[in-house]
């Protein structure tokens, strides 16, 4: 497509449940990224891509999150176990190339743990 | 660790009127700086960034920024807001330890357009 796309857009799930977001970056763009936006707080860097590797996952925020690459293309964020405090926006990014600073994003899975 | 601070949470101006929308960074070293837009049921856009050279840059849809080091701010201007504009926008930085891979946000302000 012409954009970066993900889904599901909403997801409710319920406390302990695990869910899984998806993300489908713009054809070619080989730097894939996943940030948090959660409600009154700027964008929280989560992960980023570089083809299929994952180079730094320091931002993860705890091992019941967890992300993979496949193809150089499409990425699957998994949060397992979910809590409440995981209610957020996930945003996924993507750019051409790196160091360019301009990232494509998509509009977001709002997840909500009830 | 650098950080950004965007202090105001809401903006509101009429239409015509002219837009600052401030950005305080906080880094040791040489920072890049970007602004992004979003607007409602749409993904966040690049308006403008900053890497070196002319501290005013220009963006799209009319807007730029002015780089001041010696403020360690970075603020949004447009000289005529149209009803558009209204959308929440995003002050960012980044660093040449980093690249671009963690860019830290502020936490944004939304502009609002009165007629």
């Known amino acids: 497509g012409a954009g970066v796309s993900q889904s599901p857009s909403n997801k409710v799930t319920e406390k302990g449940k695990d869910v899984e977001l998806r993300c489908d970056p713009i054809s070619g763009h080989t730097a894939l990224y996943w940030y948090r936006q959660s409600l009154g707080q700027g964008l929280e860097f989560l992960i980023y891509f570089q083809g299929n590797s994952a180079p730094d996952k320091s931002g993860l925020p705890s091992d019941r999150f967890s992300a993979e690459r496949t193809g150089g293309s499409v990425s699957t964020l998994t949060i397992q176990r979910t809590q409440q405090e995981d209610s957020a926006v996930y945003l996924c990014a993507s750019s051409f190339q790196m160091n360019t600073g301009e990232l494509f994003f998509g509009e977001g899975s709002r997840l909500t743990v009830l | 660790a650098q950080s950004v601070t965007q202090p105001d949470i809401h903006i509101t101006v009429s239409e015509g009127a002219s837009l600052e929308l401030r950005c305080n960074y906080s880094y040791g070293a040489t920072p890049y700086l970007f602004w992004y837009v979003q607007s409602p049921g749409q993904g966040l856009q690049l308006l403008l960034k900053?890497?070196?050279?002319?501290?005013l840059v220009q963006g799209i849809k009319g807007f730029e920024a002015e780089f001041k080091r010696s403020q360690s701010s970075f603020n949004l201007r447009k000289p005529s807001v149209h009803w558009s504009d209204a959308a929440e926008y995003f002050c960012?930085?980044?660093?040449?330890?980093?690249?671009?891979?963690?860019?830290?946000f502020g936490t944004g302000t939304r502009l609002l357009v009165s007629p």
């Open positions: 900053y890497f070196s050279g002319d501290t």
């Open positions: 960012a930085v980044g660093t040449l330890n980093t690249g671009f891979q963690k860019l830290v």
